[in-house]
T-cell receptor, first 118, second 111 residues
Framework: GAVVSQHPSRVICKSGTSVKIECRSL??????MFWYRQFPKQSLMLMAT?????????EQGVEKDKFLINHASLTLSTLTVTSAHPEDSSFYIC??????????????FGPGTRLTVL | GQQLNQSPQSMFIQEGEDVSMNCTSS?????WLWYKQDPGEGPVLLIA?????ELTSNGRLTAQFGITRKDSFLNISASIPSDVGIYFC???????????FGEGTQLTVNP
């Protein structure tokens, strides 16, 4: 199956610093990558949709200047949390979309990144 | 906006029992997906459904795409301890568009 990796798996940072999270599709080229945030005991909330070479589309309520997304290639997308604050502490998960045999685009998820802002 | 109601929120069962969970939507979906998430991990795709009425199995798992296109269920037969986790349904209105996730069903299997 399609494999998606994330790095780092866990990060602890001080308030006010910026953190970059990488999402890579390892064995396929992803047309689209998605970034989600998940708080404890809650479902996944889509933050933004990213297509290679174009600007990301952010969901309502997500600050694009705070959560910078770069999708430089078909196998790599990065999420940078700028000037992080404790309320940004969460589990960040990316997914990559690939064409299946039936031409449907399914999302395969990375293992997630646990961000803790002190 | 779209809403997905997933039930039950949690289940506590004995090993060997069958499990059933479902999702209903306020709008029509063209695709239904079922994912499992283990603690501290990303969701893993279990079953994908593309046609109304479609019934698909993956080992002990069976899922169906409701005829009305507004619901789906997932059954797990003969549960085992490694079935423990959170199960999410997800729906998509058109090909390539965003997914809407249900709230999840926390499954606990007692050996």
């Amino acid at each position: 199956g399609a494999v998606v990796s994330q790095h780092p798996s866990r990060v602890i940072c001080k308030s006010g610093t910026s953190v970059k999270i990488e999402c890579r599709s390892l064995d396929f080229q992803a047309t689209t990558m998605f970034w989600y945030r998940q708080f404890p005991k809650q479902s996944l909330m889509l933050m933004a949709t990213s297509n290679e070479g174009s600007k990301a589309t952010y969901e309502q309520g997500v600050e694009k200047d705070k959560f910078l997304i770069n999708h430089a290639s078909l196998t790599l997308s990065t999420l940078t949390v700028t000037s992080a604050h404790p309320e940004d502490s969460s589990f960040y998960i990316c997914s990559a979309s690939v064409l299946s045999g039936a031409n449907y685009n399914e999302q395969f998820f990375g293992p997630g990144t646990r961000l803790t802002v002190l | 906006g779209q809403q997905l109601n997933q039930s039950p929120q949690s289940m506590f069962i004995q090993e060997g029992e069958d499990v059933s969970m479902n999702c209903t939507s306020s709008s029509i979906f063209n695709t239904w997906l079922w994912y499992k998430q283990d603690p501290g991990e990303g969701p893993v795709l279990l079953i994908a459904l593309y046609k109304a009425g479609e019934l698909t199995s993956n080992g002990r798992l069976t899922a169906q795409f409701g005829i009305t296109r507004k619901d789906s269920f997932l059954n797990i037969s003969a549960s085992i301890p490694s079935d423990v986790g959170i199960y999410f349904c997800a729906g998509r209105e058109t090909s390539g568009s965003r997914l809407t996730f249900g709230e999840g069903t926390q499954l606990t299997v007692n050996p």
